[in-house]
Every structure is written in C-alpha cells, then in structure tokens.
C-alpha cells in the first residue's frame, strides 16, 4: 500500500507539483538490465538526502531521458518507480548552485514481486510530441471501439479521411501507412481497403512522422503513418476479447497469448461486418466540344448500398535466444469483401438542351482480397546501451479483384435489354531484405547506417465482356485497350547514414542521407513495353530540438522525399462503372519530389500541454487528377504536372480543466496552391485556397465504473486542381460501465445520432468540363459494445523488436467521386 500511495504522489508530482526556487539540473537515461534498451515513462523523485522529503519530479520520455531543473544547491536523492521494475535510489546527489548534474545511465531491474502489490499505472495522453513525430495513444480512447482503423484517423492529429476512406497528412494523400514498423502489400494496393480490414480494438497508438530521419525510406512525401498495434507482454495466458453489435455493424475479435520462458506466442483472429448503408448518388456534367462549340449534358442519379466483410487472423512468436540475441516470426492473413450496389442508376443524356436519349441500369461492383504478410526478424543487442544489430526479412502479397457488372434495364417494363462487365484481377507481391545497425559513439552521440532491398512485382489482368440481349451471354471484346494483361516490376536498392548528437546543453541534432536506386521494368502482354528510365536520388534530413528546463520543447526539421506511383495511379484497366464518367491509369507515371520544413514548439501549463507547429511543402512532378472530355464522356487519369505547394499550420491542447475530466482540441489549417503550369491556354489550370479540419475529444470519469466519451471532426472542402471536394463531419457518443476491477467493458454509443445523413459534392470546372457529382451518405448508427481481459500481470520486460520500413508509394487520393462509389 505504501508503494501504492509513492506511485501516486510521482505521477501528480510529476504534473502539478512546484519546482523550486534554484538554478541547478539533474539528467540522466533509464535502461533495462536485460536487454540494455530505454525504460520509457518511469516516474523520477527527488528526495531530500537527509530527511527523504520530496523536492520535485517529473516522468521520463518515452526513450527514458528526464531532466529535473530549478533545483536548489544540496545533497539529494533520486528514487525510480515503474512497474516491472524494483525501485531504483541513487543517494548522496551533490548538487551546487547553478550546476547541471548528469547522472548518466541508470539501470533498472526487472522485479516480479513488485508486480503483485502495484495496480496503478500511469496513463500517457491522448497526444504526445516527439523530436520527429506526433503520437495519438488510441488505447486511451474508448469512443473508436468496435469500429476499424478508418475510425481511428479520423481522431489522429493532422490526418484527415474522405468519405472513401482515403486517408492524407496535412492535405497530402502522398503518405506511406505502416503496422508495426513493417510493409504490407495490401497497403500497396489500396490504403482505404487496408484501413478496414484492422479492428480498432487491436490499435496500441498511431505515430504521424512528419519529419522522417535517414533511416526511413525516401518514399512518403506528406510523411508515414505508423500502426502500433497491442503486443502481448502478459507472463503465461492471456486472452482479449471483443465484440460489438450495432445498426449498421458488429463484430468479433479474440486475441489470446501464452508467454513462458524465452518464448511468446500470439494468436489472434477478428471478423467484422457492416451492411444497412444506404445512400444516393447524382451527377451532373457538361462537355463543350472544343471544335463545333456544342455542349453535352448528361444528368445521372442512383440509389447505392454498401456492405462488407472483413477478417483478419495473426499468428506471432518471439524467441529470447539469451540476453542479448532474440528471433521474431510474424504471420498475418487477411480478407476483405465489400460489394457495392446501385440500383435504378438513371442517366439522360442532352445536345444543346435537345434530350438525345436516356438509360436506366442497376450496377453491381465487387470488392474482394486477401493478402499474407510474413515476417521474420533477427536482433543482437550490445553490453552498451543503444548498441544493436538487426536483419530483418518479409514477404508481402495482396491478391484484389475488383469488377463490375452494368445490366441495362427497359424503361417500361423493367426487363434486361443487355449488358456490360469488367473483370480486374491484380497481385502485389513484396519482398525486402533489410540490414541496420546503431552504436554510440561518444557521450549523447548515436551512429545508425544500414542497407536494404524492395523487390516488387505487379500485375493486372483485365477484361471486357459484353451481352447484346437479356440473355446475359457475354462475349469478350478484344479491344487491347480494353483486354490486356499489364505487369511492372521494380527494384528500389538504397543505404543510409545518420548521425544523432547533443552540441550543446538541451540541443538534440539529427542528421543523415539516404540514396536509392529505382529500376523499372514494364510490359504488356499484347503491345510494346512501356518505356520507364531508371533513375538514383540522394535525400537529406535534419531534426534539430531545443528542450527547456521546464519541459517544453523547440523542433526544428527538414527533410526532401520522393514518391513512387502504387498500383492505384499505374493500372491501365479502363474502371466504367459509370460509362460516362471513367477512370484509367497511367503506366508511365514519373515520381514526384517534395521538400518539407517544419517548426513546432510545445508547452505545458501545470495539467495543460498545447503543441503548435507551421509548415511548408513544395513539390515539383506532382502527380495529379486529370479530367478531359470527350463527346459526352468525362474521363480521369493521372499525369506528373506542374507544382504543388502547401502551407500552414497545426495546433492541438490537452487540457484537464477540472479532476477527472480530459478534454482534446486539434485544427489543421493550411493554404493550397495547384498548378499543371501547362502552356496552352485550353488545358491550363490552377486552383488555390484554405483547407482545415478540426478535432475534439472529451472523457469524465463519472465515478471508478462509469465514463463518458465524446468525440467530433469535421474535414472543410479539399482543394483539386480542377476543382473540390466537399467536407463533411462526424461525431460520437459513448457511455461505459467498467467491471471486474477494469478488466472488462460494457457500453453502448451513438454515431451522429442527430443527423439523418449528410451530402459531399465533388465539384470539377476546368476548360471544357463542368461537372457536379453528390454523394448522400446515411451513417447513423448506435451499437453495444463488450470486451473482456483474461490475464496476470507482465513479470519482466519485453524485448524491443525491430521492424521494417517500406515508407513508399503514392496512394489514389479518392478524388474520383463521380464514378458513383
């Protein structure tokens, strides 16, 4: 008990509590005894020497550095506490006035019987900085359970989702989405896709790095999101369970553990399925023909329903070889099936305001894959801290089929007249070869340098089948164009230096380069190969913190990156759901090349932490949208043009007003300028404007077995070079029951439980197009959630193990809304 109420006073120490009047320092690193890695988060007091008074405290960073400052001249004590750990005294601290004391290395040791008294534990924020990255401990929120990891982004500071599920950072869909640290195929297919098939529950924090150091690919010009999902670090069995059952969802998810001795196992499985979601879709569009001046217009309207089923299962195993040499084995398996149907699809077709004709139709599009990622990891660590070695291998492949079917109907009867189909099968196959290692070298200096092989291939075979009665007998087209096998393989080879130093007191520089070679193969199984240049890049980065006495923190970064076109913007499969409305890739897309800088700053004021921070992003080869028009046809396709340069700011609070209430505020506000700088006048176009989303978080404990959760965002319209997409917002409600001393969960939420549904317009309006497409989404919903913890308590420490980072490919921005989806 007594180490129950030490544990407390720490961790309100470590916030609330007055330092002193004096001028002198106290620093030092937390490391484990076994593994020689960072103790992050332990609670640090310092105690008079003589009397044991408390003096001050704080908590130590997540890489378990701390500073206490505006101490007094005297002889102190330091006395650590984290669970796992026994407590650690550092006695006879002699400090005189003005000076920094650094205490260096301090080793913690793994203490099982501590574990069996202690059950507090100190809860991160919502939200935290760090030198290169933002951190948004989603574990804290209970508002995105039950949900997928789409639910989860909407909540993550500077990211940004569409009504698609497209996923940006600070307006750029330009981002490479990790798990863990490591590539995924079906992230290279199709981000929103992905974000589906990843339960929220599973999700531990997600990292936005938007100043990524040498070490990570060049790839990712808005930056990396990085999933943390929850490990299990539980000594013998443990079992996780949740499930939710709502209007338009449920969903089950178990995630079990067993870890004894040197060994870890996971296993784990989670099914979700949504249906009910209704909405409408309407488009209007106008082509002027650029030689006769005649106007086509063709008006469409349908109603859509959308469902899904998605499952993801993992088996892991983590092997303690000895102290200082451990093997991790990762498997995932994955599948996803998300049919969407439109029914009574209507379209009217116009020549200079004369009706020419008039379709009705019902679609149906299918949505399925399945993917594997396999994983295996080798780490040595060092006798001194920091030092390690890791090779690091995987293999990833994601198999997608993506079809549609139009079935034309009689206007009178109902009956089917004929009709269309597209059968698009692809594979993205991944494999990586990785090789990083780090040593200190002198005092506060770090020196990490390794190499790595991509090896990827891609292929995407495509047909056109046509039906000329109601019968339905399809007979293929063999129009290469629209039946065609297309297959691209790339090899991305690159090493790395980076550097890591403290110059001055408080100073924290981190500097490095990185060079890849990129070379490209790419044919078509009927027709010539596409012509691809291989191409070398050489990227820098620069972080440079400044970390105050009082904690607050001054981050200054730079970094340039490259962008490689996915499978999204290169697939030559001609996508006519809507006949009039199509979208095609473009195989010979070039990468673009973006520099950003940033400067950020962080404060606290007692229980109130506030982070600002502005930015700039130039890039040069966009890739972008492109719609032309063509008769009474709009088509999209992708095409490298002109520049894009963004900037703006970011600001986000976490504030406790009053005890047992968490509040959370974030805006993103940034000014967008497009432009193809194309010279001719009839295909030029720029667009330019402000671009925001704000976010709110709010938790009341009501007592220890009741809380309150709520949550709101809002996205404004997104500037397109041709145009915008509209905004939308969403909100969340959620009332909890906690029991079995917090081990399990029962609640029941709303989702915009106000609102029937809400619009988002695409709107397009550039030399001979003009064009207006609304999508109507009915998302409200109220669900049951439960979940339950089976487990003891952790008795040493895991091993941090090492992952891999495919920080690439550019992702479809979803911008495409008229297609109908």
């Given at each position: 008990?007594?180490?129950l ?10 916030l ?11 620093t ?10 960072p ?8 105690l ?9 405290g704080?908590?130590?960073?997540g ?16 006395k ?6 026994a407590?650690?005294?550092v006695?006879?601290?002699?400090m ?21 008294e ?14 290169d ?22 909540r ?14 600070r307006?750029?869909?330009n ?8 590539p ?9 896709d992905?974000l ?9 924090s ?5 100043s ?14 990085n999933?943390?999902?929850?490990q ?7 079992l ?27 296993l ?25 001046n005649?106007v ?31 093997l ?7 599948a ?9 699809f209507?379209?009217?077709s ?37 030092r ?5 291998t ?42 990083d ?7 506060n ?5 390794g ?20 019968s ?9 164009s629209?039946s ?7 090899n ?7 550097y ?5 007191k ?6 490095g ?21 291989n ?6 980065s ?7 006495d009082?904690?607050?923190?001054l ?13 999204e ?32 700053y ?30 009474d046809t ?5 095409q490298?043009?002109?520049?894009q ?5 970011s600001?986000s609070a ?10 959370n ?5 940034y000014?967008l300028?497009?432009n ?18 704000y ?11 009741y809380?309150?959760?709520?949550f ?8 397109q070079?041709?145009?915008y ?5 969403v909100?969340?409600?959620s ?8 081990k ?8 915009n ?5 809400y ?16 999508n ?21 420490p895991s ?7 495919n ?7 979803g ?7």
């Amino acid at each position: 008990m007594n180490k129950l109420l030490l544990l407390y006073f720490l961790l309100i120490a470590s916030l609330t509590a007055k330092a002193g009047d004096g001028k002198s320092i106290i620093t030092g690193t937390l490391v484990d005894s076994a593994s020689r890695q960072p103790v992050g988060y332990a609670s640090v007091a310092v105690l008079e020497q003589a009397t044991g008074k408390p003096v001050s405290g704080v908590m130590a960073d997540g890489n378990g550095l701390f500073t206490i400052g505006r101490l007094a001249a005297g002889t102190y004590r330091l006395k650590i506490t984290f669970i796992g750990y026994a407590d650690k005294v550092v006695p006879n601290l002699q400090m005189a006035e003005g000076a920094t004391l650094k205490v260096g290395a301090i080793v913690m040791s793994a203490n099982a019987k501590a574990l069996s008294e202690v059950r507090i534990t100190a809860k991160k924020a919502l939200i935290e900085e760090k030198i290169d990255r933002t951190v948004y401990n989603a574990e804290n929120d209970l508002t995105a359970r039950g949900g997928d990891a789409t639910d989860v982004m909407k909540r993550v500071p500077m990211v940004s989702v569409d009504l698609d599920g497209n996923v940006s950072v600070r307006g750029s869909s330009n981002i490479k989405v990790l798990i863990n640290g490591k590539p995924s195929a079906m992230m290279s297919a199709s981000v929103s896709d992905a974000l589906k098939q990843i339960p929220s529950d599973l999700i531990k924090s997600v990292e936005v790095i938007t100043s990524p150091s040498a070490k990570y690919d060049a790839e990712g010009s808005g930056g990396i999101l990085n999933i943390i999902l929850k490990q299990n670090n539980l000594e013998g069995l443990s079992l996780n369970i949740n499930t939710t059952a709502g209007t338009r969802g449920s969903g089950l998810g178990l995630n079990g553990g067993y870890k004894v001795g040197k060994f870890n196992f996971s296993l784990g499985g989670f099914g979700r399925a949504s249906y009910n979601t209704p909405g409408d879709f309407t488009n209007s569009q106008t082509v002027t023909s650029l030689t006769s001046n005649d106007v086509s217009l063709t008006t469409q309207s349908a109603r859509t329903k959308n469902s899904g089923l998605m499952g993801r299962y993992n088996f892991g195993v983590d092997y303690d070889i000895n102290d200082h040499n451990s093997l991790s084995l990762g498997l995932v398996l994955g599948a996803n099936n998300r049919p969407v149907q439109q029914n009574d699809f209507f379209t009217q077709s116009y020549l200079n305001d004369v009706l020419t004709g008039s379709t009705l139709q019902n679609n149906k599009i299918t949505n399925n894959s399945n993917q594997i990622d396999a994983t295996l990891t080798y780490t040595h660590t060092g006798n001194t801290p920091q030092r390690e070695f890791s090779f690091l291998t995987a293999f990833s492949q994601n198999n997608r089929n993506y079809n549609f079917e139009n079935i034309f109907l009689n206007q009178t009867d109902g009956s089917v007249t004929n009709g269309l189909k597209n059968l698009n099968n692809s594979v993205n196959k991944e494999f990586t070869l990785e090789a990083d290692y780090q040593t200190p070298t002198f005092k506060n200096q770090l020196l990490e340098f390794g190499a790595k092989d991509i090896i990827r291939t891609v292929s995407s075979d495509y047909a056109y089948y046509s039906a000329s009665d109601g019968s339905l007998n399809y007979q293929p087209l063999t129009s290469a164009s629209l039946s065609n096998s297309f297959n691209y393989k790339q090899n991305v080879a690159s090493t790395y230096l980076s550097y890591t130093l403290s110059p001055f007191k408080n100073y924290t520089l981190k500097a490095g380069a990185r060079y890849e070679y990129t070379s490209i193969t790419a044919d078509f199984e009927t027709g010539s190969a596409v012509s691809i240049p291989n191409y070398g890049v050489l990227v820098p980065s620069l972080n440079l913190a400044r970390k105050f006495d009082n904690g607050d923190m001054l981050k200054l970064g730079y970094n340039r990156r490259i962008q490689r076109p996915s499978l999204e913007y290169l697939n030559p499969n001609v996508q006519a759901a809507n006949p009039l409305s199509i979208t095609v890739g473009n195989p010979a897309l070039q990468p673009e090349f973006t520099n950003n800088f940033e400067l950020a700053y962080s404060t606290h004021i007692k229980n109130n932490n506030f982070n600002i921070s502005a930015f700039m992003r130039n890039t040069n080869d966009a890739i972008q949208t492109i719609r032309t028009g063509s008769g009474d046809t709009v088509r999209t396709t992708y095409q490298n043009l002109g520049k894009q340069n963004a900037y703006g700011m970011s600001l986000s609070a976490n504030l406790s007003p009053i005890n047992k209430l968490n509040l959370n505020f974030g805006i993103d506000l940034y000014y967008l300028t497009l432009n193809n700088q194309n010279p001719d006048p009839t295909y030029y176009a720029s667009n330019h404007g402000w671009v925001y989303n704000y976010r709110m978080f709010g938790s009341y404990d009501l007592s220890d077995k009741y809380a309150i959760q709520a949550f709101a965002f809002h996205r404004s319209n997104q500037i397109q070079l041709q145009g915008y997409q509209g905004g939308f917002g969403v909100y969340n409600l959620s009332f909890n029951r906690y029991f079995a001393n917090k081990k399990g969960t029962i609640g029941i939420a709303g989702d915009n439980f106000l609102s029937k549904g809400y619009k988002i317009p695409t709107v397009v309006s550039s030399g001979n197009i003009s064009q207006t497409a609304m999508n109507v989404n009915y998302i409200r919903s109220f669900e049951i959630k439960l979940s339950y913890k089976i487990g003891g308590l952790t008795n040493k420490p895991s091993k941090p193990k090492k992952t891999i980072n495919n920080d690439d490919l550019k992702q479809d921005g979803g911008d495409n809304s008229s297609s109908g989806k």
